[in-house]
Structure formats: structure tokens, C-alpha cells
């Protein structure tokens, strides 16, 4: 650096110097003593430290944990395999809330194919590993939910009149009924308890829910409460609309401040909404063409931005459909791209621009990937479970 500076400094000195033999010489002028001579000032600053360059890296991706044939798959967002792990007795087209990814496990129900009884099974790269304290009902639907740190789970025994929530940490200590059916309970006994997801490690949501209901596209929720482990107390977030509502709550943001879904106040579906469990305010979006049942809501890390899919029959007795796409709050949601066949049953966004798409044509599940600029393209076959962190 010092070196730098003198050559520098050695450089201007002749540029002034060849400058100085082209100027008009000055006129004369008396000298001045010696004694008062402007003395020269001392150079007291540091040198400049020229800054260092530092790396910049992108953060890794997100790995794709997909399901077919009793294999789980996890893949990197080129479409490249990492690993195949055993998922014996999940059964296909399995429901919400009976598969998860945390961290480096896998966790599902494991109910032989069936979708009663079974258990939570948690699948590690090391192998299968029950968790038998989950074990339900023969008759009862089993959902579950495991903590983001992954120390806690809950889970339900959704059945008519005989439902039940519990909690315990991961190893099955400490167990408590969060919920349970009662004579006395304001819910009608074809109303069952699941569970939806945990919006901390204290936090539950879970979901007094209708059942027997058939002809559905879309899976949803019929009322959502939150369950504190801490307090062992309840807080109803959103009530059960007017006459008996369908599962219609398609989605809660990952802080459980807001649900997206077409529950109408009034007790019918519409179309989707934007529903703040805090204040209460809601937006509703328009209804866009071909929009006749509407789920699959998702949430993008990019704040504001939504995803949800609709489908209707057409006059071939087909299903078809689309999926919207919510820019930025404040905006309508568009259509970014229909469905190549079938519908699309389920998004999840692998980042801010990239969307997943699970579509569904008759017994065939299709993985996609859609870019902002409406790009869908087939990633692979098989049902999407989640995301794998790095």
C-alpha cells in the first residue's frame, strides 16, 4: 500500500512539474525571509485500506421429497435423485396431515394402505422406525403434525362421536389430551378432531371437522383453533359458518396470522379469501373462469405472494383446471397456467419464483414446476410430500 501510495504520489508530481513548464512564468516578487517561510504541513493521514472482495454464494436449495410406490424420493430442484427411502402402508392419494418432512426425516401414517387405523412411522436415512404410542382405532382416521424443532407431535383419532387430539414430545413421553368428544360439546358426532400444523414449538392448530362428505376436489377445514401446550388452553380462530360448513379452509400461513380458503359466512363456498385470524378483516378475491371448487392454497416465502388451485366438469363430464397466482398483496390473483390434464391437486413453493404442482389424472400423479413467467414444466411422477431443508 505504501509503495502504491509513493508511486502515486510520484506520478502527480511530474504531471504538476510538466504542467508547471507551460505556464506563464509568475512575476517578480520580493523574497521572503527565512524566518517567514510557510512551513510545509505534515501528511498525518492513514492510508486507505482498499476494501477486500468477499465471496457471495447462493444458499442451497431445498430438496423434493416426492412419493410413488411405496418409495419416497427426494430430489434437488434440477430433477436430479439424491436418495429413495421405504414408505411401506402409506396409502396412495394419502390426505394431508398423514405425511410430513422435518429437517431430515420423513414421517407418515403407515395404515397398510388403508385410510383407517395405522400408525405415525418416522423414516430416517438409517430406516424405518415406528412410533407406536400414535397407534389408532381400527375405525379412525389418524392425522398428525410434528413440531418445526421437530421435539413434539400431536395427533388425532378422527371418529363419529369418539374423536380424540393428544400431544406428547417425539419419544412418546409427557402425553396429554389436548381434545377429545364429549356428550357436551357443541359439535354434532359426525364432526371429527384432526390436525392441521403447528405454527411454533408451543403452538397447535387443529380443526373440529365435518365428515362424510364426498365429491370434493379439494381438501380443507372446517373450523380452526389453536391449542397451547404451555397454558393447556384453546382459542377458537375461526367458528363454524352458518348451517353446517364444509371443509373449506384450504391453508394457514407458517405464523398462523392468516387462512386462505372459500368459507363463506353465510355458509356457502365461494371464492377464495384472505381471512386474518388477528384482526378478522378479510379479502375476497374474484372469481376467475373455470373457478367452481377452489384448495390447494399455498403460501410463498416472498411476503404477499399466494397460490390456489380450482377445477370444475366440463360438459364431457371431465374435471379440469387451473391454478391462480397472487403477485404481491393488494393485487387480484391471475391464472398462471391450466392444468396440461386433469387438475392440479396440491402447491408448494420450493422458493419465492418457483412453484410445485401436484396434478391428478385418474390414477396418475404428476409432479410440476411452474416459474413466475408461467412456465410449467413435468418434474416427476408420483405425489408431492414436501421440502427437505438443507
Given at each position: 500500500?505504501?509503495?502504491?501510495k509513493?508511486?502515486?504520489?510520484?506520478?502527480?508530481?511530474?504531471?504538476?512539474a510538466?504542467?508547471a513548464?507551460?505556464?506563464?512564468?509568475?512575476e517578480e516578487t520580493?523574497d521572503?525571509?527565512?524566518?517567514?517561510e510557510i512551513?510545509?504541513v505534515?501528511?498525518?493521514?492513514s492510508p486507505?485500506e482498499?476494501p477486500t472482495?468477499?465471496?457471495?454464494?447462493?444458499?442451497p436449495?431445498?430438496?423434493?421429497v416426492t412419493?410413488s410406490s411405496?418409495?419416497f424420493e427426494?430430489?434437488?430442484l434440477?430433477?436430479?435423485?439424491?436418495?429413495s427411502?421405504?414408505?411401506?402402508?402409506l396409502?396412495?392419494?394419502a390426505?394431508?396431515?398423514?405425511?410430513?418432512v422435518?429437517?431430515?426425516?420423513?414421517?407418515?401414517v403407515?395404515s397398510a394402505?388403508?385410510?383407517l387405523g395405522?400408525?405415525?412411522?418416522r423414516v430416517?436415512?438409517?430406516?424405518v422406525?415406528?412410533?407406536?404410542?400414535?397407534?389408532?382405532?381400527?375405525?379412525a382416521?389418524?392425522t398428525?403434525a410434528?413440531s418445526?424443532?421437530?421435539?413434539?407431535?400431536?395427533w388425532?383419532?378422527?371418529?363419529w362421536?369418539n374423536s380424540s387430539?393428544?400431544?406428547a414430545?417425539?419419544?412418546?413421553?409427557?402425553m396429554?389430551?389436548?381434545?377429545?368428544s364429549?356428550?357436551?360439546?357443541a359439535?354434532?358426532?359426525?364432526?371429527?378432531?384432526?390436525t392441521?400444523q403447528?405454527?411454533?414449538n408451543?403452538?397447535?392448530?387443529?380443526s373440529?371437522q365435518?365428515s362424510?362428505?364426498g365429491?370434493?376436489?379439494?381438501f380443507?377445514y372446517?373450523t380452526?383453533?389453536?391449542?397451547?401446550l404451555s397454558?393447556a388452553t384453546?382459542?377458537?380462530?375461526v367458528?363454524?359458518?352458518?348451517g353446517?360448513s364444509a371443509?373449506?379452509?384450504?391453508?394457514v400461513?407458517e405464523d398462523?396470522?392468516?387462512a386462505l380458503?372459500?368459507?363463506?359466512?353465510?355458509?356457502?363456498?365461494s371464492?377464495?379469501?384472505?381471512?386474518?385470524?388477528?384482526?378478522?378483516?378479510?379479502?375476497?378475491?374474484p372469481?376467475?373462469?373455470g373457478q367452481?371448487q377452489?384448495g390447494?392454497a399455498?403460501?410463498?416465502?416472498a411476503a404477499?405472494?399466494?397460490?390456489y388451485c380450482?377445477?370444475?366438469r366440463?360438459?364431457?363430464?371431465?374435471?379440469?383446471?387451473s391454478v391462480?397466482?397472487r403477485?404481491n398483496?393488494?393485487?387480484?390473483?391471475?391464472?398462471l397456467a391450466a392444468?396440461?390434464?386433469?387438475?392440479f391437486?396440491?402447491?408448494?413453493?420450493?422458493?419465492?419464483?418457483i412453484l410445485?404442482?401436484?396434478?391428478?389424472?385418474?390414477?396418475?400423479?404428476?409432479?410440476?414446476?411452474l416459474?413466475?413467467a408461467g412456465?410449467?414444466t413435468?418434474?416427476?411422477e408420483?405425489?408431492?410430500?414436501?421440502?427437505?431443508e438443507?
Amino acid at each position: 500500500m505504501k509503495s502504491r501510495k509513493f508511486f502515486i504520489l510520484m506520478i502527480l508530481s511530474l504531471l504538476i512539474a510538466s504542467l508547471a513548464c507551460n505556464l506563464p512564468l509568475p512575476e517578480e516578487t520580493p523574497d521572503v525571509p527565512p524566518s517567514e517561510e510557510i512551513p510545509p504541513v505534515e501528511d498525518t493521514t492513514s492510508p486507505v485500506e482498499e476494501p477486500t472482495e468477499t465471496a457471495t454464494t447462493e444458499p442451497p436449495s431445498s430438496s423434493i421429497v416426492t412419493y410413488s410406490s411405496a418409495t419416497f424420493e427426494v430430489h434437488t430442484l434440477d430433477g436430479t435423485l439424491l436418495e429413495s427411502r421405504p414408505a411401506p402402508g402409506l396409502a396412495n392419494w394419502a390426505r394431508p396431515n398423514q405425511s410430513q418432512v422435518v429437517g431430515d426425516n420423513i414421517y407418515y401414517v403407515d395404515s397398510a394402505g388403508s385410510s383407517l387405523g395405522g400408525m405415525v412411522k418416522r423414516v430416517t436415512p438409517a430406516g424405518v422406525e415406528d412410533l407406536a404410542f400414535t397407534s389408532a382405532p381400527v375405525l379412525a382416521a389418524l392425522t398428525f403434525a410434528v413440531s418445526p424443532d421437530g421435539s413434539k407431535i400431536a395427533w388425532g383419532f378422527a371418529e363419529w362421536a369418539n374423536s380424540s387430539l393428544m400431544v406428547a414430545d417425539i419419544n412418546g413421553a409427557n402425553m396429554v389430551i389436548a381434545q377429545q368428544s364429549s356428550p357436551d360439546d357443541a359439535f354434532d358426532d359426525f364432526f371429527v378432531l384432526e390436525t392441521v400444523q403447528w405454527i411454533d414449538n408451543d403452538n397447535l392448530i387443529y380443526s373440529w371437522q365435518i365428515s362424510g362428505i364426498g365429491n370434493l376436489l379439494y381438501f380443507g377445514y372446517s373450523t380452526l383453533l389453536k391449542y397451547t401446550l404451555s397454558t393447556a388452553t384453546t382459542q377458537e380462530l375461526v367458528s363454524l359458518a352458518s348451517g353446517y360448513s364444509a371443509p373449506c379452509w384450504s391453508a394457514v400461513s407458517e405464523d398462523g396470522t392468516i387462512a386462505l380458503g372459500t368459507c363463506d359466512p353465510g355458509g356457502s363456498m365461494s371464492g377464495m379469501r384472505e381471512h386474518n385470524l388477528v384482526s378478522s378483516a378479510e379479502t375476497v378475491f374474484p372469481t376467475l373462469p373455470g373457478q367452481q371448487q377452489t384448495g390447494a392454497a399455498s403460501f410463498a416465502p416472498a411476503a404477499g405472494r399466494i397460490a390456489y388451485c380450482f377445477g370444475e366438469r366440463n360438459a364431457a363430464d371431465q374435471i379440469i383446471g387451473s391454478v391462480a397466482v397472487r403477485m404481491n398483496s393488494g393485487e387480484d390473483p391471475a391464472i398462471l397456467a391450466a392444468a396440461p390434464s386433469g387438475y392440479f391437486t396440491g402447491s408448494l413453493w420450493a422458493n419465492e419464483s418457483i412453484l410445485l404442482l401436484e396434478g391428478a389424472q385418474d390414477s396418475t400423479q404428476q409432479v410440476y414446476q411452474l416459474t413466475m413467467a408461467g412456465a410449467l414444466t413435468p418434474f416427476v411422477e408420483g405425489q408431492l410430500i414436501g421440502l427437505m431443508e438443507p
